[in-house]
C-alpha cells in the first residue's frame, strides 16, 4: 500500500474513535471518555512511528499461516502437544492450590502437619525429638507474645 492509503486508513480508524470517544464522555463520564481518547490516538500515533504498517503485516502473516493450515497429521499433532501442555499446566495449578489450602487448614487446626507428612509418606516430624524436653525453655516475657500471637492466629 502507498502512503496515501496508509493516511486514509488511520484518518478512518480515528474518526471512528472519535466519534466512540464522543458518545463515552457524553455516556459514561470523563474516565471512560479519557480512555477511550487514548485509543482513538493509537492509529495516528502508529502511523506516524511507522508501526501501523508492521502491525498489518504481522496480522496479515498470521491470517496466512492460519488459512494455509492443511490437515497435515504432523500440524495437528504439534496442535494437540501445545493443548495438552496448557492442560497440563492448568491441572497442576489446581493441584498446587489444594495443596497449598490442606496445608492452610491443617496450620489452622492447630496442628503442625505432622499427620499429613505421615500420610504423603514422608518421615514423622515427632520422630527426631525426643519429648517435651527438647523444646527450649521460654521465658516470661517470650511466653506473653506467643499467647498474644496464638490469641491472634499467628504462630
Do not use: C, H, Y
Request: aromatic share 6%.
Amino acid at each position: 500500500m502507498e502512503g496515501t492509503t496508509w493516511a486514509a486508513l488511520t484518518a478512518a480508524l480515528t474518526v471512528a474513535g472519535a466519534i466512540w470517544t464522543w458518545i463515552a464522555f457524553r455516556r459514561r463520564g470523563a474516565a471512560n471518555g479519557l480512555r477511550a481518547l487514548g485509543f482513538t490516538l493509537l492509529p495516528a500515533a502508529a502511523w506516524l512511528t511507522g508501526t501501523l504498517e508492521m502491525v498489518v503485516d504481522i496480522a496479515g502473516s498470521v491470517t496466512d499461516w492460519a488459512t494455509s493450515l492443511v490437515f497435515d497429521v504432523r500440524t495437528w499433532v504439534g496442535v494437540g502437544l501445545a493443548g495438552l501442555a496448557v492442560l497440563l499446566w492448568v491441572v497442576s495449578g489446581i493441584l498446587r492450590d489444594r495443596q497449598l489450602a490442606r496445608a492452610q487448614a491443617a496450620k489452622a487446626a492447630g496442628t503442625d502437619g505432622r499427620a499429613t507428612r505421615g500420610r504423603q509418606g514422608l518421615p514423622e516430624a515427632s520422630s527426631t525429638r525426643s519429648g517435651p524436653t527438647s523444646k527450649p525453655a521460654v521465658d516470661d516475657e517470650m511466653a506473653d507474645i506467643e499467647a498474644l500471637l496464638r490469641k491472634r492466629g499467628i504462630e
